[in-house]
């Protein structure tokens, strides 16, 4: 049985769909600084869109990690969905792109690992991705309808954390990931997942 009826999950999607939509229409005006200030943004407006519905069956708590469990969990921030009797616990990455200026920037090399930022980030989410639902996510810079066409028209580009584990797992590496190598990813997710959300 699901922790959340379908009507449950409907609001959680369109609650999600209309938070993203808003902050990434403050980021392509301006408004948003950095990855930190949209993933701050996201998860208070999720938040609210969802607690402003006054269900009794859900409520949200949703928050920015701190950076040692940030380190530790791969992950940006968290998302709590309860029904007032049990709660799932969501993790994502976020992933600031800015190919609107740039090309294969998103990620880089640490000194101290010799190994891809992005992917030891994913490796560390394999310890709590059994438990949480992870999920790693893609903030699109450009105007809305200027996105590349592998990229999510009105929101950001989400892929499941197994889906990038995947990929983690038949790479090397000790290079950064490349625009090339995130078009492939987000477009094997896709053909995989429906994204359309009424």
């Given at each position: 049985?699901?922790?959340?009826?379908?009507?449950?999950?409907?609001?959680?999607?369109?609650s999600v769909l209309w938070a993203d939509c808003m902050v990434r229409s403050d980021l392509a005006i301006g408004l948003i600084a950095n990855e930190n200030d949209y993933t701050s943004n996201l998860t208070s407006t999720i938040r609210r869109q969802i607690n402003s519905k006054n269900r009794s069956?859900?409520?949200?708590?949703?928050?920015?990690?701190?950076?040692?469990?940030?380190?530790?969990?791969?992950?940006?921030?968290?998302?709590?969905?309860?029904?007032?009797?049990?709660?799932?616990?969501?993790?994502f990455e976020a992933k600031l792109l800015r190919l609107s200026q740039y090309q294969d920037s998103w990620d880089y090399v640490q000194r101290k690992t010799g190994q891809s930022h992005f992917s030891g980030q994913v490796q560390r989410q394999l310890s709590v991705s059994n438990i949480f639902a992870v999920w790693e996510m893609f903030y699109c810079d450009y105007p809305f309808g200027k996105q590349p066409n592998w990229m999510n028209s009105n929101t950001s580009s989400c892929v499941w954390h197994s889906e990038a584990y995947s990929k983690v797992q038949g790479r090397t590496n000790s290079t950064r990931w490349t625009d090339m190598e995130l078009e492939d990813l987000l477009t094997d997710a896709a053909a995989k997942y429906s994204t359309q959300i009424d």
């Open positions: 049985m699901s922790l959340f009826p379908g009507y449950a999950i409907d609001d959680v999607s369109k069956y859900l409520k949200a708590t949703s928050l920015v990690l701190k950076p040692r469990f940030e380190r530790k969990l791969g992950c940006d921030a968290s998302i709590i969905l309860s029904n007032t009797k049990e709660f799932k616990v969501c993790l």
